[in-house]
């Protein structure tokens, strides 16, 4: 099940993200304990090696490989910040970009809800099964990519008996031969019963047709994104890279960070400390964002953070028939709102938040700036040079206004208006 912690962290406290470092599901220590065992295993073999099984003289020579290795670690002869940064980089965006692909009938099912009419059993099952078919089609892609969908439903007779399939859907569905991923049959049998629907007047315009036949192609559209985004990974050859330059520099650093005899005088081996706590940490954050890269390449697994997607099957089945079969003009009576006779009203804040009602409403980011009195000041334009080409009115303002006053003998009383 995803690991979720949105709440713990809604408000910025003391001690909050520190909290989160001791849990253990979906955490970072789950991912990575093994491989952290065996670099802890193999640099106390080689410290051991070094301290009690060698002789003065192969020591000399272990002590000349471990500077030499430490050399190598310590400049960018392996860039693997670089590597790694822009790898996790690119898998976190595919990743957000299957989980923004993932087909929810939200849309499609307020669209059948509202064009395809009926409430005999006929538009009843007419707008049932047009849900069904989408449900079904995103069953199908995800069999083909989630390993968990697949364990739920292994074969198409597992999608029978859940309801998504008929056996003569089933049969129709086996009896045309093609090589590629199947899929995109459901949304086809969806097109041509809108088709049908609007011929029996359930579908009441070509307009309400259109709408559903868009509404559709989107979803059909992010059933094919899954199945390209499964299809075409991040180039292998990459990964490889990344993966070879992160154990190959810890492998070094087994032997490069080891603590050498500080009686020979060694640069940066004044002291014996036994255990190389930062060279342990570096260990625990690059191999950890290798991690990361691992898990989220392929958020469809079975991971603790892998999606849903048995949970998601089940939601959307269940709300899109409660959309366009209960739900289908079940409409509450229209009655006056609480507030109809009144212009102004306020709505109630509970105790924990009275504080927020008096604070003052956002105008923008401009309306408390402070101005001086010039500020104020009007700024006269001055007048065009005579030499300046201009364009004359037929009839200016004044003239307007001066041929009015001449009409009404110049008295003009509070009744009257002039509109310029």
């Known amino acids: 099940m995803t690991v979720s912690y949105s709440l713990e962290v809604a408000n910025v406290r003391f001690y909050g993200f520190s ?18 065992l065996v670099f802890c295993g193999v640099y106390v073999f080689f410290s051991i090696f070094y301290r009690f099984l060698l002789t003065p003289k192969q020591q000399d020579l272990f002590e000349r490989v471990a500077l030499y290795c430490d050399q190598f670690t310590n400049s960018n002869f392996i860039p693997v910040l670089f590597v790694l940064g822009f790898y996790v980089t690119q898998a976190f965006h595919r990743w957000w970009g299957q989980y923004t692909s993932f087909p929810l009938p939200d849309n499609l099912m307020m ?10 059993e006929r538009g009843r099952l007419l707008r049932r099964t047009l849900m069904r078919y989408a449900n079904l089609s995103s069953v199908l892609i995800l069999r083909s990519i989630s390993t968990r969908v697949c364990k739920r439903f292994p074969t198409l007779e597992h999608v029978v008996e859940a309801g998504f399939m008929t056996t003569h859907e089933l049969k129709n569905f086996e009896s045309l031969h093609s090589d590629f991923n199947k899929y995109w049959m459901p949304l086809t049998w969806f097109s041509n019963l809108a088709s049908r629907a609007r011929e029996e007047g359930r579908v009441r315009d070509d307009i309400a047709l259109r709408l559903l036949m868009d509404e559709l192609n989107k979803y059909r559209t992010k059933c094919s994104l899954l199945f390209h985004y499964d299809w075409i990974s991040i180039p292998l050859v990459y990964t490889q890279v990344v993966t070879i330059a ?10 490069g960070r080891q603590f050498l005899n500080p009686e020979k005088g060694y640069s940066g081996h004044r002291l014996d400390m036994y255990v190389p706590v930062f060279t342990l940490l570096q260990f625990f954050f690059y191999t950890g964002w290798l991690k990361v890269g691992e898990l989220i390449i392929n958020p469809f697994g079975e991971d603790d953070d892998d999606f849903e997607t048995n949970q998601l099957i089940d939601r959307n089945l269940q709300v899109s028939m409660l959309a366009v079969d209960d739900m289908y003009q079940n409409l509450a009576p229209i009655v006056k709102d ?5 212009r102004h009203f306020s709505i109630p804040y509970t105790l924990s938040t009275a504080a927020e009602s008096h604070r003052p409403a956002f105008k923008g980011s401009t309306f ?7 500020d104020l000041e009007i700024h006269q334009p001055k007048e065009a040079p005579a030499n300046r080409p201009f ?10 206004v001066d041929e009015f006053l001449q009409k009404t003998n110049g ?4 009744e009257s208006h002039v509109y310029l």
């Open 411 to 414: 008295s003009v009383n509070s």
């Open 338 to 342: 609480k507030h109809w006779n009144q």
């Open 246 to 255: 992160v154990y190959s520099y810890f492998a070094f650093c087994v032997i």
């Open 19 to 36: 909290r989160l470092l001791f849990r253990w599901r979906g955490s970072i220590y789950r991912l990575l304990y093994k491989e952290f």
């Open 368 to 374: 408390d700036m402070r101005m001086s009195v010039e």
């Open 111 to 120: 669209v059948v809800s509202g064009n395809v009419h009926g409430t005999d």
């Open 391 to 400: 364009l004359q009115p037929r009839t200016s303002v004044v003239d307007g």
